[in-house]
Protein backbone atom coordinates (compact mmCIF):
# COMPACT_ATOMS: atom_id res chain seq x y z
CA UNK A 1 0.00 0.00 0.00
CA UNK A 2 1.27 3.20 -1.09
CA UNK A 3 -0.32 6.41 -0.03
CA UNK A 4 0.34 10.01 -1.07
CA UNK A 5 -1.20 13.34 0.61
CA UNK A 6 -1.39 17.05 -0.60
CA UNK A 7 -1.99 19.93 0.70
CA UNK A 8 -3.43 23.34 -0.93
CA UNK A 9 -2.54 23.81 -4.62
CA UNK A 10 -3.52 26.06 -7.90
CA UNK A 11 -2.79 26.11 -10.96
CA UNK A 12 -3.92 28.10 -14.00
CA UNK A 13 -1.74 25.88 -16.49
CA UNK A 14 -3.65 24.76 -19.70
CA UNK A 15 -1.26 21.81 -19.69
CA UNK A 16 -1.65 18.95 -17.34
CA UNK A 17 0.24 19.90 -13.98
CA UNK A 18 0.90 16.90 -10.89
CA UNK A 19 -0.84 17.51 -7.86
CA UNK A 20 -0.39 14.19 -6.18
CA UNK A 21 2.25 11.41 -7.36
CA UNK A 22 2.98 7.74 -5.63
CA UNK A 23 5.16 4.71 -6.41
CA UNK A 24 4.63 0.89 -6.29
CA UNK A 25 6.32 -1.80 -7.49
CA UNK A 26 4.37 -5.02 -8.24
CA UNK A 27 5.37 -8.05 -7.06
CA UNK A 28 4.40 -9.58 -10.54
CA UNK A 29 3.78 -8.25 -14.41
CA UNK A 30 0.54 -10.15 -13.49
CA UNK A 31 -0.71 -8.12 -10.18
CA UNK A 32 -3.26 -5.49 -10.88
CA UNK A 33 -3.08 -1.80 -9.05
CA UNK A 34 -6.59 -0.26 -6.97
CA UNK A 35 -5.66 3.46 -7.35
CA UNK A 36 -7.94 5.42 -4.44
CA UNK A 37 -8.26 8.86 -5.54
CA UNK A 38 -9.86 11.65 -2.53
CA UNK A 39 -9.95 15.39 -2.79
CA UNK A 40 -10.79 18.09 -0.60
CA UNK A 41 -12.47 20.85 -2.21
CA UNK A 42 -11.85 22.12 -6.16
CA UNK A 43 -12.87 25.06 -6.68
CA UNK A 44 -12.62 26.51 -10.13
CA UNK A 45 -12.25 30.65 -10.66
CA UNK A 46 -13.63 30.19 -14.41
CA UNK A 47 -14.61 28.01 -17.01
CA UNK A 48 -13.57 24.60 -16.87
CA UNK A 49 -10.78 22.38 -14.97
CA UNK A 50 -10.40 19.00 -15.27
CA UNK A 51 -8.85 16.43 -13.02
CA UNK A 52 -7.47 12.99 -14.08
CA UNK A 53 -5.20 10.29 -13.48
CA UNK A 54 -1.77 8.58 -15.07
CA UNK A 55 0.17 6.02 -15.05
CA UNK A 56 3.33 7.14 -16.67
CA UNK A 57 2.31 9.47 -19.88
CA UNK A 58 -1.09 7.12 -20.02
CA UNK A 59 -4.12 9.23 -18.92
CA UNK A 60 -6.00 6.18 -16.75
CA UNK A 61 -9.31 9.31 -17.39
CA UNK A 62 -9.32 9.47 -21.13
CA UNK A 63 -9.63 12.29 -22.98
CA UNK A 64 -12.31 14.50 -20.92
CA UNK A 65 -10.51 13.15 -17.31
CA UNK A 66 -11.77 11.79 -14.38
CA UNK A 67 -13.61 15.09 -13.37
CA UNK A 68 -14.03 18.71 -14.76
CA UNK A 69 -14.98 21.35 -12.29
CA UNK A 70 -17.12 24.46 -13.88
CA UNK A 71 -17.67 28.15 -13.13
CA UNK A 72 -16.86 28.40 -9.22
CA UNK A 73 -18.30 24.90 -8.02
CA UNK A 74 -16.71 23.17 -5.16
CA UNK A 75 -16.56 20.00 -5.75
CA UNK A 76 -15.21 16.46 -4.24
CA UNK A 77 -13.68 14.07 -5.85
CA UNK A 78 -13.83 10.07 -4.72
CA UNK A 79 -12.71 8.39 -8.16
CA UNK A 80 -11.34 4.48 -8.06
CA UNK A 81 -9.84 2.47 -10.78
CA UNK A 82 -8.28 -0.98 -10.99
CA UNK A 83 -4.88 -0.66 -14.00
CA UNK A 84 -3.33 -3.52 -15.28
CA UNK A 85 0.28 -2.07 -15.70
CA UNK A 86 1.90 -5.00 -16.68
CA UNK A 87 5.39 -5.23 -15.09
CA UNK A 88 7.09 -5.85 -12.01
CA UNK A 89 8.94 -3.11 -12.12
CA UNK A 90 8.07 0.59 -9.95
CA UNK A 91 5.08 1.94 -11.61
CA UNK A 92 4.17 5.82 -10.57
CA UNK A 93 0.93 7.37 -10.56
CA UNK A 94 0.03 11.10 -10.92
CA UNK A 95 -3.42 13.18 -9.87
CA UNK A 96 -2.94 15.97 -12.85
CA UNK A 97 -4.91 19.03 -12.65
CA UNK A 98 -5.52 21.21 -15.67
CA UNK A 99 -7.39 25.14 -16.68
CA UNK A 100 -9.49 24.60 -20.10
CA UNK A 101 -8.21 28.52 -20.19
CA UNK A 102 -5.22 29.52 -19.06
CA UNK A 103 -6.60 32.96 -17.53
CA UNK A 104 -8.44 31.64 -14.61
CA UNK A 105 -6.57 29.72 -11.60
CA UNK A 106 -8.22 26.27 -10.94
CA UNK A 107 -7.40 25.45 -6.62
CA UNK A 108 -7.00 21.53 -5.07
CA UNK A 109 -7.89 21.21 -2.04
CA UNK A 110 -9.05 24.46 -0.68
CA UNK A 111 -12.54 24.90 0.44
CA UNK A 112 -13.08 28.56 -2.07
CA UNK A 113 -11.15 30.26 -3.60
CA UNK A 114 -8.91 32.47 -1.47
CA UNK A 115 -9.05 35.13 -3.94
CA UNK A 116 -12.79 35.03 -3.12
CA UNK A 117 -12.11 35.33 0.89
CA UNK A 118 -12.10 31.47 1.48
CA UNK A 119 -10.25 30.15 3.94
CA UNK A 120 -7.88 27.08 3.55
CA UNK A 121 -9.49 23.61 4.60
CA UNK A 122 -8.47 22.12 8.26
CA UNK A 123 -7.01 18.47 8.31
CA UNK A 124 -8.37 15.48 7.39
CA UNK A 125 -9.72 16.89 3.89
CA UNK A 126 -6.84 17.43 2.01
CA UNK A 127 -6.06 15.05 -0.96
CA UNK A 128 -4.83 11.48 -0.60
CA UNK A 129 -4.60 9.07 -3.52
CA UNK A 130 -3.37 5.30 -2.50
CA UNK A 131 -2.31 2.49 -4.33
CA UNK A 132 -3.22 -1.03 -3.71
CA UNK A 133 -1.56 -4.00 -5.23
CA UNK A 134 -4.52 -7.04 -5.86
CA UNK A 135 -1.85 -9.75 -6.13
CA UNK A 136 -1.22 -12.32 -9.24
Known amino acids: VTVANSNEQSTNSTSYQTMLSANITPAASSSKVLIM ?25 GA ?6 ND ?6 SYHVVDSPNTGSQVTYTTKLKT ?3 SYTMYFNAGT ?23 A
Not at 37 to 61: C, H, Q
Not at 64 to 69: D, Y
Open 37 to 61: LNTGNMFSDGPSARISVFRGSTDLG
Open 64 to 69: NGVMSV
Open 72 to 77: SVSKLI
Open 100 to 102: TDG
Open 113 to 135: SPSRGGNRQPAPNYGSMTLIEIG
